[in-house]
C-alpha cells in the first residue's frame, strides 16, 4: 500500500509544480501567451454573467492585446462528446484598467525533469515490490503453470538493388 501512496503524492506535486508564473508589464503581453489576470473588484462584478466564478484571477490565452483592452480566450467548462473531453472556452474582453496584475505561465523544465524522475523511479519500486521480490515463477497453488506454446516468426530478407 505504501507504493500507491508514493505514485499518488508525486502525481499531486507533479500536477501543481510544473508550472511557474512570471509578472509581466500588461503591454508586453503579446497573441497566443498563455497568462493568469488579476482582476479589480469591478471588473469581476462586471464579468459575472460571462465567467462562471466570481475570482479575481482569470486564466486564458491572449487572443488580441489591443491599446487599452486585453482579450482572453478563458476556459469555461469541459465536455464530453462521443468519448471525447473537450474544453469549451470563452472570449473575454478586458479593460486594461480593469487589469491589475499580469502573469505569464511558463513550463519549469527543472521540475517536470525531476518529477518525471521521481514518477518513473515510484512506478519502477512498485513493479519491483509486486513482481520481482518473492516471485518464484510458480502459480500460488505451487504446481507447474500453463505449458508453454511459441509461435516461430520468420524472418524474411528482401534483397535491395546492389
Not at 505569464?104 to 519502477?124: N, P, Y
Not at 507447474?144 to 538493388?161: A, C, H, L
Amino acid at each position: 500500500m505504501r507504493p500507491v501512496l508514493l505514485i499518488g503524492t508525486t502525481l499531486c506535486l507533479g500536477v501543481a509544480s510544473c508550472y511557474s508564473y512570471r509578472p509581466i508589464s500588461i503591454d508586453e503581453v503579446r497573441s497566443d501567451m498563455k497568462v493568469r489576470a488579476r482582476l479589480s473588484a469591478s471588473q469581476v462584478e462586471e464579468l459575472t454573467e460571462v465567467l462562471p466564478t466570481e475570482d479575481r484571477l482569470v486564466e486564458g490565452t491572449v487572443v488580441q492585446n489591443g491599446s487599452q483592452e486585453l482579450v482572453l480566450l478563458v476556459p469555461v467548462t469541459t465536455a464530453n462528446y462521443r468519448g471525447r473531453t473537450e474544453t469549451l472556452s470563452q472570449r473575454v474582453g478586458l479593460p486594461w484598467s480593469g487589469v491589475l496584475e499580469t502573469e505569464l505561465k511558463e513550463l519549469d523544465r527543472w521540475k517536470t525533469g525531476i518529477l518525471s524522475g521521481v514518477g518513473a523511479l515510484a512506478v519502477s519500486l512498485v513493479l519491483y515490490e509486486t513482481l520481482g521480490e518473492g516471485s518464484s515463477g510458480e502459480l500460488p497453488g505451487g504446481g507447474p503453470g500453463p505449458k508453454e506454446s511459441r509461435i516461430p516468426i520468420r524472418i524474411f530478407r528482401i534483397p535491395v538493388g546492389r
